[in-house]
């Protein structure tokens, strides 16, 4: 029989205020038979490698998901504080990538189930998947043992689809409308940090920007070429009735001003970091308000980026930080591509998308269990990863250029084994 070691204790030992002594001690052999499980993360699965498959009383962790009353809201605040904490100085900017991730899973008792836009498979057509689809905030971090930035998942949200919504009664909420929510928790956890949430374009959204720019959290998206763009209000005139003008005269979208030479002497070289490769280009900036049709107008600094002489390949970003450098800007959105990763390693070395819970509550619960299991693993791996950054494992074939996931995940479950000789 395989006992938790000191060390995801020490790691699991702030959740335990948020869990009766007894479920505690369930959830310290499920994180660490998760660890050591190869394939779909069941709770059989899980106790089969720590060597309880005999328990008779077997279904005490099947109610850890399905039963037990604790809060995965609360255990995402504490795991994020523990992430800044252990990875973050005191005075470093936290910044966050904001994207959402399609599950696929079907079957009767899966009730949230339903048909959404699924980008990893849509290429030549866009394709529809059946499926969960989840909300993820991630922690970006630049780690010393790899050349690029890590996403560790500390928040993820279930959202439901319309007709789910009206059939069981509850009060449908879109993606912005859950972002909304995240952001709002993301600032009560962090009162004092300066924080960046860095998303795609399909956030650009005037009320997350605006609840941002209120909770002075710095947003970054992409933005179309085409957006509706005014100039800054003018001060109302003293003894002018009504209340102050929202926007001021229309400006000319991106896209017309590239048109008509507006941009002519103002392109400025570029390097930005995507991965490791340095990719340069030439960029224009400027401030401005950008004016949604159905919201309220909101102060941005945009930032046109031409990678060649063919107009296809404009990009557009904004940021709701004015002050912010252009080549800032750039380096935040592309630290977001490392979320993408995240979500192919969780399938492949954490079983998301294999879980056979039916319950609704286990089925709220299990992924961003799996999705907080990521960044468990890495913090328990650090020490580990700091010592062998200098010479990653590597063949070959495969020139590796720092530790990825897969390093860390071996180490820890090595780890784990050398406990057990120890103890026997």
């Not at 100085?89 to 599950?103: F, P």
């Not at 790899?146 to 993820?156: A, D």
């Not at 995507?274 to 909101?298: A, F, H, I, M």
Request: glycine share 4%; proline share 5%; with cysteine.
């Amino acid at each position: 029989m395989v006992t938790p070691p000191d060390e995801i204790i020490s790691i699991l030992s702030p959740f335990a205020s948020q869990l009766s002594r007894r479920s505690f001690e369930h959830v310290k052999v499920l994180v660490t038979g998760a660890i050591l499980s190869i394939g779909p993360r069941t709770v059989t699965g899980c106790l089969r490698a720590m060597g309880r498959d005999d328990d008779p009383q077997f279904q005490k962790y099947h109610r850890v998901l399905r039963r037990n009353a604790w809060s995965s809201r609360i255990l995402s605040g504490i795991l994020l504080c523990l992430l800044v904490s252990r990875l973050l100085g005191r005075d470093d900017e936290v910044v966050v990538a904001l994207d959402d991730t399609l599950e696929r899973r079907w079957g009767r008792k899966i009730k949230a189930a339903a048909w959404w836009h699924d980008s990893a498979r849509s290429k030549a057509k866009a394709v529809s998947s059946l499926g969960l689809r989840w909300v993820v905030m991630a922690l970006v971090v630049k780690v010393p043992w790899s050349p690029h930035p890590w996403s560790l998942p500390f928040l993820t949200v279930l959202t439901y689809s319309a007709k789910y919504a009206e059939r069981h009664g509850k009060k449908h909420k879109t993606t912005i409308d859950v972002a909304v929510e995240m952001v709002h928790c993301l600032r009560r956890w962090l009162p004092d940090r300066r924080i960046v949430v860095v998303a795609d374009g399909g956030y650009a959204a005037s009320d997350l920007l605006n609840a941002c720019a209120k909770l002075d959290i710095v947003a970054v998206t992409r933005m179309k070429i085409t957006s509706q763009l005014c100039a800054e209000p003018d001060p109302k005139p003293a003894g002018k009735r009504g209340p102050q003008a929202k926007r001021g005269k229309r400006l000319l979208n991106l896209f017309r001003q590239y048109k008509c030479m507006r941009f002519k002497n103002k392109w400025r070289s570029a390097q930005t970091k995507y991965w490791n490769v340095e990719r340069g280009g030439l960029y224009v900036s400027d401030k401005c308000l950008w004016d949604p049709q159905n919201g309220t107008p909101v102060a941005i600094r945009w930032v046109v980026v031409h990678k060649d002489k063919t107009d296809h390949n404009l990009l557009a970003y904004m940021c709701t930080d004015q002050d912010a450098l252009p080549d800032q800007i750039l380096d935040w959105y592309a630290m977001r591509w490392s979320i993408e990763v995240t979500f192919q390693e969780v399938r492949k070395y954490l079983g998301v998308e294999g879980q056979r819970q039916w319950s609704d509550l286990a089925i709220e619960r299990s992924t961003p269990t799996l999705m907080g299991m990521y960044s468990l693993v890495t913090l328990i791996a650090q020490p580990h990863l700091l010592k062998q950054a200098a010479s990653p494992s590597a063949t070959p074939w495969y020139d590796k250029q720092g530790a990825t996931f897969a390093d860390a995940i071996a180490l820890v479950r090595m780890k784990i084994w050398a406990a057990q000789k120890l103890e026997s």
